[in-house]
């Protein structure tokens, strides 16, 4: 069903349905259009700051590789190794790429995860070395504390750009200084 524009909210059985009109709020954003730019308008005057900061990060990553070829079944063995046991969490749901499969982590030992077969009501299929597994998220069990919090170095990263200078040829160069910590 299309969405209307119209926001409905129940206040219970004893007060009557809020409606309210959020279309002007709803867009579809193309990317090259910048509505925050937009509703934040044009600067009153140019930036002239010589000096730029900024944080960069790198996601999580949410993919590792099988690292075992001594399996005793394939299609039923709950232990395996990996390449890097480190990306996975206890309660992970993981799946082999070109696989229906998913699997439960319900315990990891340095690079040796342990994992339920067939999550899900899924069919459990043969595990293979060097196959790609894609974490898929954590299932928290409802009620229970919260996980550990999982994040990566974030670096401050400065520019400067402290002049325009003058090529021999006459045009004009940015010289520009990046640093990274």
Known sequence: ????????YSGGTTLPELAEDVSDLIGIISPYETPLLDALGDPMREAMSTHHEWLEDELLPNKDAINDSTYTDPSADTDFVVDNGS??????????EGSEELMLVTGINSNTLTVVRGYAGTTAEDLADNKVINILGNAALEGAD???ARFTNRSGCVTFLPYIQKERAGSTGLSSHLLCL
Do not use: H
């Open 146 to 148: 919260k996980p550990g």
């Open 87 to 96: 990306r996975f969490r206890v309660g992970d749901q993981i799946q082999v």
């Open 1 to 8: 069903m299309a969405f209307t524009g119209k926001a409905t």
